[in-house]
Each structure stands twice: as C-alpha cells, then as structure tokens.
C-alpha cells in the first residue's frame, strides 16, 4: 500500500492527566502516515483520486483540538478511528503523538506514543431458528452496522436449511455477511455476542435452537486457535449452509488453512 505522511503538525491542545495540563495546555507534534492506493492519481494526475495532504492537515487540527484526553494513548486511537471513518480512500493509517513538554523530572528528547490502525475484512454467519428469524436478523445487521467501525460489503440471499448437529429443532434460516471492521478479533466476537445477547439469545444446548447465532468464519488471513476464539471457524468446511452463503458473496476467497474456496470445499463435502 502506497504511504502519503504529515510530519511535525504543530498543535496547541489540552491533552493531560494533570489538572495544569488541562488548564494551561501545551503544545503537542503529530505525525500522520494514511496508507492509500495512488497509482491511478498518479497516473492520471488528479487530484480526487487521493487523499489531499491539506485536507487531511487541517482536519487532524480539528479533532486533535476538539476533544481532549488524559492520555496521548487516547488522543492517537480516536485521531486515527476519526480518519479512517471520514476519508474512504484511506485504508490504514499511522498515527504519532509527540509530547514535547511532558511532565518528567529529568532531561528527555521526546515522549511519543504511535498506533496503526486500519480496516480488516470480516466473513460473518448468522441463523436463526425461533420466533420471526427474518425479522430478528434484520434486527441484528441493523445493530451491528450501527456503529462507523463496521461497513457492509456484501451480504447473502437468506436460505433455509436443516438443522446441524442436533437435529431434533426447527429449520433454520441462515446466510452470511462479508464486511470491513475496524475492531480486532476479540472485539468483534464481543460485538457479536452483544447483539446475540440483543435477541435474548441463551447457550444451554450445544448446536440447539436460538434466536440469532453470529459467528465469524474468516477474519483476513489470520489463523487464531483459543479457547475463546477460533479462525477459521473450526467447522465451517463441513457446513453447507456456511459454504453456500459463502460462495454467493465472495466465491474467490480461500480458507487460510485448506486454501479451497467455498465451491471447492462443497465439492469435497458432496463426495463423502
């Protein structure tokens, strides 16, 4: 990914844990790097085809002043979170607070803090099988694509589908959602729970019933194995009504371990 940097911006704001800090301010330097395609701006010579530097200048003076924090820690997350959900072109990006004047005892060069963030890709089940499952889906994409940090790409024609695994419940209704998110994988599980909990969804029968089941199969090309966490979902090659969904949505992407696109891996659970 092509790199576009600020460096040095000179801001006067009143980021501090003390209440002198809070007070009187002081000044603050930020370096900005934004990770950004610019071979067709620089091939065409247009100026809209990328991220304007002036723009993105006088924007980061905005928010670095705007609101303030105890820490740099959280003046650079909430610096970067507001770049990357105003400005589409920009996918990743690099973000250094330098705390020239911090309060140290003892003669220092410079305090910094730096933090890269940027938008990951996200496959994402969902199934349903008690009450209005239609309805208590919509309800729960609406909730998890409330927030800036999660964008729709693409998402699935519903289907339904026999139950897995235990088998003596109603059909289900299942489908997938491919997105970008900014959360990591932890937060996005947490996430999901969240609006799983939303729908009053209860864990007491392994594979049993429940109003809204979200589970994420891909994240990037991270492989993750915990006890809390699995990716790829651990299953998901045995599972048409994953495997479907899947193909409809995004038929190129390759399972990480297995490197078989979802066709393939229908192909091969067909044949058992």
Do not use: C
């Not at 990357?84 to 911090?102: C, G, M, Q, W, Y």
């Not at 963030?117 to 349903?128: E, K, L």
């Not at 609006?195 to 891909?218: A, C, M, N, Q």
């Amino acid at each position: 990914m092509d790199e576009i940097s600020i460096k040095g911006l000179k801001l006067f704001s009143y980021h501090g844990v003390l209440e002198k800090e809070k007070k009187n301010g002081q000044l603050f330097l930020v370096d900005i790097t934004v990770f950004t395609p610019t071979r067709t701006a620089g091939k065409l010579d247009k100026l809209d085809e990328t991220v304007n530097y002036g723009v993105i200048a006088k924007y980061v003076k905005e928010v670095f002043r705007s609101e303030y924090f105890n820490l740099i820690e959280a003046a650079a997350e909430n610096l970067a979170y507001k770049l990357l959900t105003s400005f589409n072109k920009i996918r990743e990006v690099e973000v250094t607070v330098h705390k020239p004047d911090a309060p140290i005892d003892v003669g220092f060069d410079d305090v910094s803090v730096t933090i890269r963030r940027g938008w990951h890709t996200a496959y994402i089940a969902v199934g349903s099988n008690m009450g209005d499952s239609a309805a208590i889906i919509e309800r729960g994409f609406r909730k998890l694509f409330s927030d800036n940090d999660m964008r729709l790409i693409r998402k699935s024609s519903y289907i339904v589908t026999a139950p897995y695994g235990f088998t003596d419940q109603p059909s289900f209704l299942n489908g997938l959602w491919k997105a970008e998110t900014l959360l990591t994988p932890e937060e996005l599980l947490n996430r999901l729970h969240e609006v799983e909990f939303s729908e009053h969804r209860e864990r007491k029968v392994h594979w049993g019933p429940r109003t809204l089941d979200l589970d994420i199969i891909y994240y990037d090309d991270i492989i993750a194995d915990s006890a809390a966490l699995r990716i790829p979902h651990a299953d998901m090659q045995n599972r048409e009504f994953v495997l479907r969904p899947l193909m409809e949505v995004d038929p190129y992407v390759r399972h990480p371990i297995n490197r078989m696109t979802a066709e393939e891996m229908l192909q091969k659970l067909s044949e058992k």
